[in-house]
């Protein structure tokens, strides 16, 4: 059976986790591909409002299976606290929650050398969540780092001696001020990797293979956003991983032809947390009703996102980079009221108008060309059929199709997993 992928096509929080959640009954496995704890995925149902960091978003429905990739670096420390979180939903994880032996382990050293190397960038720090998860994927590819399978082995306590030390040798490197005590924080460490160790690590790749020889439906679920890709984001104000469609193949083992579907998911306007380029944003009280209505604040962090218009330039590369099949827009219920709305649909750059991402897409560079729309008064988030909706978001709406050939088949007006509109 074909795999299907789901990511986010903008700078990440578009929605992700709860439509992972709403399409979990059509799939037997979701598997997480990249990221770490740096993610935050929100679900609500049935009165419940949970926020995952790296367990996949299927997590509650008992009949799936949820795997982390090998592409995903795991924090055993957040992990531990993530199954605690859950303990009062009754879930039982040792059939349905799998971890990939070579998934890499974020150290406690890898979170204090994120921190190190932020605080000596000064102003140019990139804005992490400091969850250590670009120290831990420059282990990964520097082939020092230390992998879930080697907690099985009985010298992986060595491997791991020698990393802190070389990791503490490096935070006295940065020369900047960060207090810590490692004593205390290897307790936590050891202590939780010993509570992971009653989950099931598999080799992934071997069981996705089969699982797809079994005729399983597989849905590969994204973390961060297109445009925090490693390589094709807004670099290096981006993430340490592939969070594009490619990610998928290498974060799973999943060959490229074995892909079906990749639903591309925006939010119907753009936000963004931390620092980098946003040539869309808004620093006037139309940004502030976004961020006000739409309750944009991240979601591991608690920081305010950055809010701002609908970028097409960039969705429309995102689209490109990802080839993405269906797209699903979410939060439409959070532009509501407004008169006027406006999507860029191109950028000035160098004196010339522009259709695609330039290489610098600092404010400086860069002004982006506005269409407007008329706005809709309704409330729209009790709609529950696509035809009811007010014309002038269906016109939103074929705008962006057409602009992106791509149909968009989910609409998403709330937060609960009922509040979705299926085209
Ligand atoms: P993710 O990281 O992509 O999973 O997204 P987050 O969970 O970080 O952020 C999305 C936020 O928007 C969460 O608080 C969701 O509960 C919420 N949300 C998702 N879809 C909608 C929607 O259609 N309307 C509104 N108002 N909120 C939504
Ligand atoms: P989900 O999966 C939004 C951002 C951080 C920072 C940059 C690098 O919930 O969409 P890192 O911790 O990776 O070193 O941070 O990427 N970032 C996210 N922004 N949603 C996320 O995940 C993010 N994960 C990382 O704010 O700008
Ligand atoms: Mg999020």
């Known amino acids: 059976m074909a795999v299907d992928l789901l990511l986010g096509l903008q700078w990440g929080d578009e929605g992700k986790g709860k439509i992972v959640d709403y399409l979990t009954k059509n799939y037997n496995i979701i598997a997480r591909f990249q990221g770490g704890p740096n993610a935050g995925h929100t679900l609500e149902f049935d009165g419940i409002k949970h926020v995952l960091h790296t367990i996949p978003s299927g997590i509650f429905h008992k ?3 949820n795997v982390v990739g090998n592409g995903v670096v795991i924090d055993p420390v957040i992990f531990q606290k993530e199954l605690n979180a859950l303990a009062k939903f009754n879930l039982d994880f040792k059939e349905t929650l799998l971890i990939s ?10 979170r204090l050398l994120d921190a190190a190397s932020e605080t000596s960038k000064g102003k140019a720090k990139i804005g992490s969540t400091l969850k250590g998860i670009g120290p831990t994927y420059m282990d990964k590819t520097g082939r020092n780092g230390i992998r ?12 791991y001696r020698q990393l802190a030390n070389k990791h503490q040798a490096l935070i006295e490197f940065y020369n900047v001020d960060v207090q810590y005590n490692l004593k205390e924080l290897e307790h936590e460490f050891f202590e939780a990797i010993e509570s992971i160790k009653s989950l099931q690590f598999i080799d992934s790749e071997e069981y996705l293979h089969q699982a797809q020889i079994d005729n399983k439906t597989i849905l590969a679920e994204g973390a961060q956003g297109s445009l925090l890709d490693i390589d094709f984001g807004t670099y290096p104000f981006v993430t340490s991983s592939n969070t594009t469609a490619a990610g998928a193949c290498t974060g799973l083992g999943i060959a490229p032809n074995k892909i079906k579907n990749v639903f591309g998911i925006f939010k119907a306007y ?15 009280e139309d940004g502030a009703r976004m961020a006000k209505v739409g309750n944009e604040f991240g979601a591991t962090t608690g920081r305010p ?4 218009w ?10 490109q980079v990802n080839g993405v099949t269906e797209l699903m827009m979410m ?18 750059y160098k004196g010339e108008e522009i259709q695609h991402l330039p290489y610098n897409i600092e404010a400086e560079n860069l002004e982006p060309v506005y269409k407007e729309f008329k706005g809709w008064k309704e409330d729209i988030s009790k709609h529950s059929d696509f035809d009811s909706l007010p014309q002038t978001l269906k016109d939103y709406i074929k705008f962006i199709e057409d602009e992106l050939h791509v149909p968009i088949k989910i609409v998403s007006v709330g937060p609960d997993r009922k509040e979705t509109i299926l085209r």
């Open 305 to 308: 996102r950055r809010c701002g």
């Open 63 to 65: 009949e799936a299976v």
């Open 270 to 284: 753009t936000t963004r947390v931390g620092s980098g380029p946003f040539p869309t944003e808004l620093f006037d």
């Open 148 to 159: 879930i399978g080697d907690l099985e082995f009985d010298n992986w306590k060595e491997k």
């Open 101 to 110: 032996r070579k998934a890499h382990i974020i150290l406690p050293t890898h």
């Open 331 to 348: 939060k439409g219920d959070v532009l509501s009221g407004f008169k006027t709305l406006k999507v860029c649909v191109a950028y000035k």
């Open 310 to 319: 609908l970028d097409l330039v960039a969705l429309k590369y995102a689209v």
